[in-house]
C-alpha cells in the first residue's frame, strides 16, 4: 500500500478563487485610478501653458507684439529679441501633442493658446475635451 501524505499547500480551486477575487477588486478600483491621471493631465496641461504665458508676455514686453510661433520664444533672428525665454524647448501637452498657438487671438484677444486634449483632435467632450487658455 501506498502511503499519501497530505502535502502542504493550495489547491488549484483555491488559487482560482483568489485570482477571481483579485481580479474583481481590480475592476472596482482601476476606473478611480484612470480618471485621476486625466485630471492629472489637464491640471499639468494648465500649468505648462501659464508658463508659456509668462514666456509670450515677456516676448511681447521686449518685442512690442507676440511672437508668430511658439518656437520664436526659443531662436529668432528679430531686432530686439532677448531671449531664449524658455529654459529649453517648447514642451509637448502632457498627451504628447504640440500645443496649438495662435496670435492674435479669437474675439480681440491678444493670443490663443490651447491643447486638443486626450484625443489629440479639436473639439470633443469630457476627458477628450480641448484645454484652453486665452
Given at each position: 500500500?501506498?502511503?499519501?501524505?497530505?502535502?502542504?499547500?493550495?489547491?488549484?480551486?483555491?488559487?482560482?478563487?483568489?485570482?477571481?477575487?483579485?481580479?474583481?477588486?481590480?475592476?472596482?478600483?482601476?476606473?478611480?485610478?484612470?480618471?485621476?491621471?486625466?485630471?492629472?493631465?489637464?491640471?499639468?496641461?494648465?500649468?505648462?501653458?501659464?508658463?508659456?504665458?509668462?514666456?509670450?508676455?515677456?516676448?511681447?514686453l521686449d518685442m512690442g507684439d507676440y511672437p508668430k510661433n511658439l518656437d520664436n520664444l526659443r531662436i529668432s533672428a528679430e531686432q530686439g529679441w532677448d531671449g531664449p525665454y524658455l529654459p529649453k524647448s517648447v514642451p509637448a501637452d502632457p498627451w504628447g501633442n504640440s500645443y496649438q498657438y495662435q496670435s492674435p487671438g479669437p474675439d480681440g484677444a491678444p493670443f490663443l493658446l490651447m491643447s486638443f486634449g486626450k484625443d489629440g483632435q479639436p473639439g470633443g467632450e469630457d476627458d477628450a475635451a480641448d484645454v484652453i487658455h486665452q
Open positions: 500500500m501506498q502511503n499519501h501524505a497530505k502535502q502542504p499547500g493550495f489547491t488549484i480551486i483555491e488559487l482560482l478563487i483568489v485570482v477571481v477575487i483579485m481580479g474583481l477588486l481590480m475592476s472596482l478600483v482601476a476606473p478611480t485610478m484612470f480618471s485621476k491621471v486625466d485630471s492629472t493631465k489637464i491640471k499639468t496641461a494648465k500649468a505648462q501653458m501659464q508658463m508659456l504665458e509668462t514666456s509670450l508676455d515677456t516676448y511681447r
